[in-house]
């Protein structure tokens, strides 16, 4: 059973604003993610952490970062929102079983910018 | 191209009867191969994975490899309504080392 939680699970802001979605996992993983997925489509690659102090972009551009002071938490930030924003966002966290990550995902954080 | 194509659906299907859901991938360095299930509304979670060509089965699940003609698929037998949802194939390409490429997805729906 996995254990990684998303807050908060909607939110509704207006254009301009800073926003942080949290993301924390209690499964001692250290690889995590951030993917973004619209109605539809396909989850894209925005962020990723091999571990503590370790952020990598993913494949699909965003103006969001990331940080990673420990291990267990991977929280993204907007620092201006913006109606183009407006999405799904799935943090993940993954362990090596049998040579391949197998991915665990948190409940999503669905975000509108008004 | 994209990286991961599938049919988008939605695939219908009567209960009881055998669910095909096909993927086909561009990288031929692709290492591993997972299916994840993803009800309206909610995330996915992975019900299946596969490394080697063949047939990988799991209770009313079956995966299938293909490699030289860079195709996966997923059977479902005796299908239920509790079955409806999108089924996400998704690749590890080599060059990508963990990065997990997915597609969009096939709507299953299971009538009653």
């Known amino acids: 059973e996995a254990d990684i939680y998303q807050t908060p699970r909607y939110l509704v802001i207006g254009t301009g604003k800073k926003i942080t979605l949290e993301c924390s996992q209690t499964?001692?993983?250290?690889?995590m993610y951030w993917y973004q997925q619209d109605p539809g489509m396909e989850l894209h690659l925005i962020h990723y952490?091999?571990?503590?102090?370790?952020?990598e972009k993913g494949d699909l551009s965003s103006e969001s970062t990331v940080s990673r002071i420990r291990t267990e938490h991977f929280p993204l930030t907007l620092e201006s929102a913006r109606p183009s924003h407006t999405s799904q966002y799935l943090c993940?966290?993954?362990?090596?079983?049998?040579?391949?990550?197998?991915?665990?995902f948190g409940s999503g954080t669905q975000l509108s910018v008004l | 191209q994209k990286e991961v194509e599938q049919n988008s659906g939605p695939l219908s299907v009567p209960e009881g009867a055998i669910a095909s859901l096909n993927c086909t991938y561009s990288?031929?360095?692709?290492?591993?191969f997972f299916w994840y299930r993803q009800y309206s509304g909610k995330s996915p979670e992975l019900i299946m994975s596969?490394?080697?060509?063949g047939d990988k089965e799991d209770g009313r699940f079956t995966a299938q490899l293909n490699k030289a003609s860079q195709y996966v698929s997923l059977l479902i037998r005796d299908s239920q309504p509790s079955d409806s949802a999108t089924y996400l194939c998704?690749?590890?390409?080599?060059?990508?080392?963990?990065?997990?490429?997915f597609g969009a997805g096939t709507r299953l729906f299971v009538k009653a």
């Open positions: 499964m001692g993983h250290d690889k």
């Open positions: 993940a966290s993954s362990v090596d079983r049998e040579g391949s990550e197998k991915l665990f």
């Open positions: 990288d031929r360095g692709s290492q591993s």
């Open positions: 596969i490394y080697s060509n």
């Open positions: 998704a690749v590890n390409p080599w060059t990508g080392g963990f990065k997990t490429i």
């Open positions: 952490s091999y571990g503590v102090n370790s952020t």
